[in-house]
């Protein structure tokens, strides 16, 4: 691709293509860029180009700069009801696109569901008992209106279903993509609340999805439990109409 030769267009399309990078290092687990050389060379603009679209992105709190060591994502923040935002900034970035959004419920449909028929199979009385305080967790966090705490409840939730699998590499894969998964479990609780209208029959009905599956895992159902996971991730989609 030739360079660019117009100063804005140029910082326009390395802001752009900065974005693009930053989303995929963060769901790859990766929280540190290439240096500028590399990607000057990559977006085809200056270096001076590429240290004012970062600065751009530092301002908007996805990017942190450290001296010395290079440039990253923004780290984690906390979340209260009042930064109703999840934990990792660069997933701002998911909102401009919606399919991210959509493969990640479709990988969610293959991957939990066989966790949780396997989780009612093989789940040992320790587990059993940790999910269902979890459920018992996200309940009073539903009751008070706490979505913060039903938030981090739901994500917790289904870690701790991945390692009540007991298999091996779905565990492992779940380590490897637990960061970009609880964040968009976290940020898919916030999203579907912030219709008002909708926000309490919502989480509501989140909870008696959560119920049904620990219910089933309790019952030692597999069938059961693998049917309300997949019932719980179709409705998750619903509220943000993926896929038509």
């Given at each position: 691709m030739p360079r660019l030769t117009s100063t804005s267009s140029a910082l326009q399309h390395a802001m752009q293509s900065l974005e693009r990078l930053v989303l995929e290092h963060g769901l790859d687990g990766r929280p540190r860029l290439p240096p500028e050389r590399e990607l000057a060379q990559r977006f085809q603009v200056s270096r001076t180009t590429v240290r004012a679209a970062i600065q751009r992105l530092v301002s908007r709190g996805m990017l942190e700069t450290r001296q010395g060591s290079g440039v990253f994502i923004a780290s984690d923040r906390p979340?209260?009801?009042?930064?109703?935002?999840?934990?990792?900034?660069?997933?701002?970035?998911?909102?401009?696109?919606?399919?991210?959004?959509?493969?990640?419920?479709?990988f969610r449909m293959v991957f939990e569901c066989a966790a949780a028929r396997f989780a009612a199979q093989r789940a040992d009385t320790q587990e059993r008992r940790q999910l269902a305080a979890t459920v018992d967790t996200m309940q009073k966090a539903v009751r008070d209106g706490d979505v913060a705490t039903e938030a981090a409840a739901d994500a917790t939730f289904h870690a701790q279903l991945?390692?009540?699998?007991?298999?091996?590499?779905?565990?492992?894969?779940?380590?490897?993509?637990?960061?970009?998964?609880?964040?968009?479990?976290?940020?898919?609780?916030y999203d579907a609340g912030r219709d008002a209208a909708l926000a309490t029959r919502r989480s509501q009905e989140r909870l008696r999805q959560h119920v049904a599956i620990c219910d089933a895992i309790l019952r030692q159902s597999p069938d059961d439990a693998a049917l309300a996971m997949r019932q719980h991730i179709e409705f998750v989609g619903r509220q943000f109409e993926l896929r038509g």
């Amino acid at each position: 691709m030739p360079r660019l030769t117009s100063t804005s267009s140029a910082l326009q399309h390395a802001m752009q293509s900065l974005e693009r990078l930053v989303l995929e290092h963060g769901l790859d687990g990766r929280p540190r860029l290439p240096p500028e050389r590399e990607l000057a060379q990559r977006f085809q603009v200056s270096r001076t180009t590429v240290r004012a679209a970062i600065q751009r992105l530092v301002s908007r709190g996805m990017l942190e700069t450290r001296q010395g060591s290079g440039v990253f994502i923004a780290s984690d923040r906390p979340m209260s009801p009042a930064t109703p935002w999840p934990p990792a900034p660069w997933l701002g970035l998911v909102d401009a696109q919606p399919a991210l959004r959509a493969d990640t419920l479709e990988f969610r449909m293959v991957f939990e569901c066989a966790a949780a028929r396997f989780a009612a199979q093989r789940a040992d009385t320790q587990e059993r008992r940790q999910l269902a305080a979890t459920v018992d967790t996200m309940q009073k966090a539903v009751r008070d209106g706490d979505v913060a705490t039903e938030a981090a409840a739901d994500a917790t939730f289904h870690a701790q279903l991945a390692s009540a699998s007991h298999n091996m590499m779905l565990g492992r894969f779940y380590a490897n993509a637990i960061a970009s998964l609880r964040a968009h479990i976290t940020r898919n609780t916030y999203d579907a609340g912030r219709d008002a209208a909708l926000a309490t029959r919502r989480s509501q009905e989140r909870l008696r999805q959560h119920v049904a599956i620990c219910d089933a895992i309790l019952r030692q159902s597999p069938d059961d439990a693998a049917l309300a996971m997949r019932q719980h991730i179709e409705f998750v989609g619903r509220q943000f109409e993926l896929r038509g």
